[in-house]
């Protein structure tokens, strides 16, 4: 407590990494818990599309296609890696694997009508229980979350870079 000009107030001291400690925590605890339980089953019909592959189909659908260098270095992945799932996607028709244009020793990876409805049943599946989590959350809340989740993804891109 401190004392001026007849004012009481209350001082709480925080550490500086409090807060981080708090988001390490809160972060490990949203990974085990989409992971494990409330995605868990959600990635529709194709036994290609799994919790390693379907962040494939989201990049693809969102950015178009990309060498399998690109695809390495966005998933931050290992490049056998990330060959295996492209290959698993590939040979389940979900993804088209080409020569690339300019570069002959690359390949070119890009969604295909078949991967594109695959990536929306595995996000309406996703949605649902995101929604009946969220359902009583103001609107402008899940936006807030949302764009911090963005910064903080962002963030953590250009950290492992």
Request: glycine share 6%; proline share 5%; no cysteine.
């Amino acid at each position: 407590m401190t004392a001026s000009a007849g004012v009481t107030s209350t001082t709480t001291t925080t550490r500086p990494d409090d807060s981080l400690q708090q988001l390490e925590k809160q972060v490990t605890l949203l990974v085990r818990r989409t992971m494990e339980s409330v995605w868990s089953g959600g990635y529709g019909p194709h036994e290609a599309v799994d919790r390693y592959t379907y962040p494939v189909l989201l990049l693809l659908d969102e950015e178009g296609s990309h060498s399998l260098s690109a695809l390495t270095a966005k998933l931050g992945v290992s490049k056998p890696t990330a060959s295996r799932q492209v290959s698993r996607l590939s040979r389940a028709g979900l993804v088209a694997v080409s020569p690339h244009e300019r570069d002959p020793r690359s390949v070119s990876v890009a969604l295909t009508v078949a991967g594109a409805d695959a990536r929306e049943q595995v996000r309406q599946a996703r949605l649902g229980p995101l929604r009946e989590v969220m359902a009583h959350w103001p609107e402008d809340d899940r936006d807030a979350l949302a764009g911090l989740l963005d910064r903080f993804n962002n963030d953590l891109e250009l950290f492992v870079r």
